[in-house]
């Protein structure tokens, strides 16, 4: 390949990748638009893949918009959503599932399409197309220059948006402590007592429990949370501040916790559980995304949150503490 050759070579090339990533919301927008029509659950309902025309005819939308869901079907195909294969007798083809999408399915005890739906709703979506204009004014963050409130503010007063958000972390928290519960049995031998920090309507603590009949789990959150959610022997909700006290348990749990505060604040939070700590073998077991799934997690969360993401602790001195697990 000649110079001449290689430079029109790589100007198609950084064309191509400018172009793929103007049009990479048509991906997110496209699953999101699969996920509201059922189309997962249509296909596996349907027990074998699925024609075209079969699909078309069960979906509920407009007659005149039919031939619009080959288009549609074609580029979640290309991403993995879903699969084309040849039926038996020959000719036609059927759309089936993928993994990715099984794990959307409305029955799924681990279904991503709670996180999906809360993730692309417009309240959270919106603020991202004034960045621009954020960066160049004093207001603490998008969300809150697009809906005049934090994002936290806005769920007290929303219950759409504190639903939708609920679920999401419910949902993520099933998948998570799935895994946790199957692969580190070992990390939980010899507690007793299990406090969850920030855990939302207690999805960990329910599966920790049932897991580990032996253990009492604590769920700590904010008042609108957790007040009027029932507990049982073996699980206590309290509505309390992470950031003024933190019940005390022989290990504390923090999943996506640390990632929407300062170091500084990182470091209250942290230093709040290190004192609730009790017994030799106490320690914390932290599941974030503070570092591991940079630069995603990072710029996640710069759409509602006023912070600068954790970066580390190194420069701060923390009580002595035992960590079973971060990321």
């Known amino acids: 390949m000649g110079s001449e050759e290689r430079a029109s070579h790589e100007l198609l090339q950084a064309q191509a990748h400018i172009w793929n990533h103007i049009f990479s919301f048509i991906n997110s927008m496209s699953l999101k638009c699969a996920v509201q029509l059922d189309i997962p659950d249509v296909i596996q309902k349907h027990g074998q893949p699925m024609t075209l025309s079969e699909l078309v005819s069960t979906l509920p939308i407009s007659p005149k918009k039919a031939h ?80 005049g409130m934090t994002f936290w503010d806005y769920g007290k007063q929303d219950p759409t948006l504190a639903h939708f958000f609920n679920d999401a972390m419910a949902s993520d928290a099933r998948l998570i402590s799935s895994l946790m519960i199957d692969d580190y049995k070992g990390v939980f031998q010899g507690v007793d007592s299990l406090v969850d920090v920030a855990g939302g309507t207690g999805t960990v ?66 230093e709040r559980s290190a004192n609730a700590l009790s017994g030799e073998d106490a320690g914390s077991l932290t599941r974030d995304n503070s570092q591991s799934i940079e630069p995603y997690g990072e710029s996640s969360s710069l759409g509602v949150s006023a912070h600068t993401q954790a970066s580390g602790y190194g420069q701060h001195s923390l009580p002595p503490t035992n960590s079973w697990g971060q990321s």
């Open 205 to 270: 603590g329910k599966s920790v429990v049932e897991a580990f009949p032996h253990m009492k789990c604590t769920v700590l959150d904010l008042p609108h949370i957790v007040a009027d959610l029932k507990g049982s022997k073996s699980l206590e909700y309290v509505a309390e501040d992470m950031f003024e006290a933190v019940p005390a348990g022989d290990a504390i749990f923090l999943k996506w916790t640390l990632h929407d505060w300062t170091d500084e604040e990182c470091v209250r939070i942290l």
């Open 68 to 147: 619009f869901i080959q288009r549609l079907m074609r580029i979640l195909v290309h991403f993995g959503f879903f699969a084309r294969e040849s039926l038996s007798g020959g000719g036609e083809q059927g759309y089936s599932l993928t993994d990715a999408s099984a794990l959307l399915l409305k029955d799924n005890p681990m279904s991503a399409r709670p996180f999906l739906l809360a993730m692309l709703n417009p309240i959270l979506t919106d603020p991202w197309q004034s960045l621009t204009t954020w960066f160049q004014n004093d207001n603490p963050t998008p969300f809150h220059m697009v809906h």
